[in-house]
């Protein structure tokens, strides 16, 4: 890795460094999820099986997380698209992006029912 | 293939994927009220080609955006570049799309 010359503190390397790191967990998390819904919706007993399977604290609290991590990630996505294909100023985007992302965090939390 | 094809196909699959995943984090949100159940799930998915062609595209923009992502980060932090790595990375987003793929026909025909 070279070093970047580029300040760390900027909000909008906070943008960068969270939209990177939740893509990462979901591009390593997405191959395990897509195998096991493939091997589990075989009918729905096995579906109904493997739901039930999915019922601890470990695993809900597993999803809880990649939903968040979802959700910043498509917030963080917008934002890129935005700059890149809208010509919005980074200020602008920043704001779109941060406000995205907790009001999504504070409705899935709500909804989650945690 | 090169760089240009890539960046393409990541904002087209990011362009697909963002209408898609917040239709898939509102069905997630419908569906775990009351707690998940297969009866509940494959009622919706069942012999419905609306939600087969939802799924099989947002499955094959996902395998591509996950894996196009993946070559970013890998060529940055670890320097592996070039066409065997890229047809490498391709084969890998090809090969979860399938499996997703394979999950949306278990829905549909369950």
Same mark, same amino acid.
């Given at each position: 890795?070279? &070093?970047? &010359?580029? &300040?760390?503190?900027? &909000?909008?390397? #906070? %943008?960068?460094?969270?939209?990177?790191?939740?893509?990462?967990?979901?591009?390593? =998390?997405?191959?395990?999820? =897509?195998?096991?819904?493939? /091997?589990? #919706?075989?009918?729905?007993?096995?579906?109904?099986?493997?739901?039930?399977?999915?019922? /601890?604290?470990?695993?809900?609290?597993? !999803?809880?997380?990649?939903? #968040?991590?979802?959700? %910043?990630?498509?917030?963080?996505?917008?934002?890129?698209?935005?700059? !890149?294909?809208?010509?919005?100023?980074?200020?602008?985007?920043?704001?779109?992006?941060?406000?995205?992302?907790?009001?999504?965090?504070?409705?899935?939390? =709500?909804?989650? /029912?945690? | 293939?090169?760089?240009?094809?890539?960046? $393409?196909?990541? @904002?087209?699959?990011?362009?697909?994927?963002?209408? +898609?995943?917040? $239709?898939?984090?509102?069905?997630?949100?419908?569906? $775990?009220?009351?707690?998940?159940?297969?009866?509940?799930?494959?009622?919706?998915?069942?012999?419905?080609?609306?939600?087969?062609?939802?799924? *099989?595209?947002?499955?094959?923009? +996902?395998?591509?955006?996950?894996?196009? *992502?993946? @070559? *970013?980060?890998?060529?940055?932090?670890?320097?592996?570049?070039? @066409?065997?790595?890229?047809?490498?990375?391709?084969?890998?987003?090809?090969?979860?799309?399938?499996?997703?793929? @394979?999950?949306? $026909? *278990?829905?549909?025909?369950?």
């Amino acid at each position: 890795m070279r &070093p970047d &010359p580029r &300040p760390r503190s900027h &909000p909008t390397y #906070i %943008a960068f460094l969270v939209h990177r790191l939740s893509g990462l967990l979901l591009a390593l =998390f997405l191959p395990l999820h =897509f195998w096991a819904l493939s /091997n589990a #919706i075989a009918g729905e007993a096995t579906l109904e099986g493997f739901l039930r399977w999915t019922d /601890n604290g470990l695993v809900k609290a597993s !999803e809880t997380a990649l939903v #968040i991590l979802l959700a %910043a990630h498509l917030a963080g996505g917008l934002r890129v698209l935005a700059l !890149e294909f809208l010509g919005w100023r980074s200020s602008q985007k920043t704001m779109v992006a941060a406000s995205a992302g907790v009001s999504f965090a504070a409705g899935l939390l =709500f909804l989650l /029912n945690l | 293939m090169g760089g240009t094809h890539l960046w $393409v196909a990541q @904002r087209v699959t990011a362009m697909i994927l963002a209408v +898609a995943v917040v $239709v898939h984090l509102v069905t997630i949100l419908v569906a $775990v009220r009351g707690g998940l159940s297969a009866a509940e799930i494959i009622g919706r998915t069942r012999g419905n080609e609306a939600w087969l062609v939802f799924y *099989g595209v947002f499955a094959l923009a +996902a395998g591509l955006h996950g894996a196009i *992502g993946l @070559r *970013g980060i890998a060529a940055e932090w670890l320097g592996w570049r070039g @066409r065997g790595f890229d047809l490498a990375w391709l084969g890998i987003g090809l090969v979860t799309a399938i499996f997703g793929i @394979r999950a949306a $026909v *278990g829905l549909y025909a369950a």
